[in-house]
């Protein structure tokens, strides 16, 4: 039996296998935040998958921090309702956990979808709104020039994460993550290239981390205990002069100190011409083993262009990691993880109406098997 098709425990949660869907925006809601048809087929599909967790995308604590006007939202009851009613329909089929991200977008909030101008920052013409962020550093040149958080600011946004969390666990997510990374407005703020403040949140990497960790604090001690709460954050920016990893592995440390149940180590996107190593199959998988060595005791997530089953093995037998997130992988493949398995001789659930014809009743775990070789 592999490691990487073993079960794994993640607090009250049995995950199947150390598979892991991380956040991936989907960007094909209204402007009002609710989950329609796209995400009921989507969210399903990825529960149908096999992988043992599911991470459903970075949605707005507020209508302000939405990434795009096309997001998914947890600021109001409704869209937790229609969360509770997806939920609800995918656990008559599928019993693999699902949580969501929690994201404030800070300076890269009310950008178009990528697929329109290239994502580019809404003018006020096409519908954008002010954003806030550590500084008034835009994203990129020609960029909406963000407004400076101020303290009261950081309060309202704070307590919009807490609700936002609070709305989740109503509409019985199994787990929540705070989204930490990617460039966002809490990684905006540990960031010395983006956060030039020289107040008490600027600076140094402590103060820098403040007001990240003061949203986890409140997040930690609002979120119950009988569920996981886990965090995603970048171990680099692949810039120079940006985040340290010794700065992110303190981070961590932190995070991990203050009782979060999972820590989810990607990067980048900070920095509009950032240089990372992204051809690099496992390229972020170092980052993770930091974080790891320096938490032994932690259950650590590694990221970033992992896509064939063996590699995932040898990524967590080598034991820089816990679990393996998989994105692009799933959307090229949504039976990524069943597939993975058969290369690896294992097995990954998979569907009781499809059991009779496959997975391994039919010629592709053949196919998969070869190129394994
Ligand atoms: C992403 N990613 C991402 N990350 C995140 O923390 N929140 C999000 O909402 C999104 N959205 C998103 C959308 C799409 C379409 C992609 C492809 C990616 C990043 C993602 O979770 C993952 O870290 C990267 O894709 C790297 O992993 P892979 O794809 O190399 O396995």
Do not use: C
């Not at 409704?78 to 995918?90: E, F, M, N, W, Y």
């Amino acid at each position: 039996m592999s490691k990487l098709f073993s079960p794994f425990q993640l607090k009250n949660l049995e995950l199947a296998n150390r598979v892991v869907i991380p956040p991936m925006s989907q960007y094909s809601v209204g402007t009002d935040g609710l989950i329609g048809a796209w995400h009921q087929q989507h969210v399903g599909r990825m529960a149908l998958s096999g992988a043992g967790l599911v991470i459903m995308e970075a949605h707005g604590v507020e209508a302000e921090g939405r990434i795009s006007a096309h997001d998914l939202g947890m600021w109001n009851d409704d869209q937790a309702a229609l969360l509770k009613s997806l939920l609800g329909t995918v656990r008559e089929y599928s019993s693999t956990p699902i949580g969501i991200q929690l994201n404030h977008a800070g300076r890269k909030a009310g950008t178009n979808p990528p697929w329109v101008d290239a994502g580019h920052s809404m003018t006020d013409e096409q519908g954008g709104w002010p954003t806030v962020a550590p500084s008034a550093i835009p994203y990129k040149p020609g960029w909406r020039v963000p407004g400076i958080l101020d303290e009261a600011g950081m309060a309202r946004i704070t307590q919009a994460f807490v609700d936002a969390a609070l709305r989740a666990y109503a509409a019985d997510v199994d787990f929540v993550e705070l989204h930490a990374a990617n460039g966002y407005l809490l990684s905006q703020f540990l960031s010395p290239l983006s956060n030039q403040r020289t107040d008490d949140f600027g600076g140094t990497p402590e103060n820098r981390m403040r007001f990240p960790l003061q949203v986890a604090r409140a997040l930690r001690d609002a979120w119950p205990q009988d569920r996981p709460l886990g965090v995603r954050f970048n171990g680099s920016e692949f810039a120079p002069e940006g985040l340290a990893l010794e700065e992110a592995v303190a981070f961590s440390s932190a995070l991990h100190a203050i009782g979060y149940d999972y820590l989810h180590v990607s990067g980048g996107y900070n920095i509009y011409d950032q240089q990372a190593p992204a051809e690099q199959p496992g390229y972020m998988v170092n980052l993770a083993g930091a974080v790891k060595s320096a938490n032994p005791d932690a259950v650590v997530i590694a990221v970033g262009l992992i896509y064939e089953g063996p590699q995932a093995e040898a990524i967590v037998q080598s034991g820089k990691t816990d679990l393996v997130a998989v994105g692009r992988g799933f959307l090229d493949d949504a039976n990524w993880a069943i597939h993975a398995a058969i290369a690896l001789g294992d097995k990954a659930p998979w569907p009781s109406p499809y059991d009779r014809f496959g997975p391994l009743g039919w010629p592709t775990h053949k196919v998969h098997a070869a190129a394994a070789d």
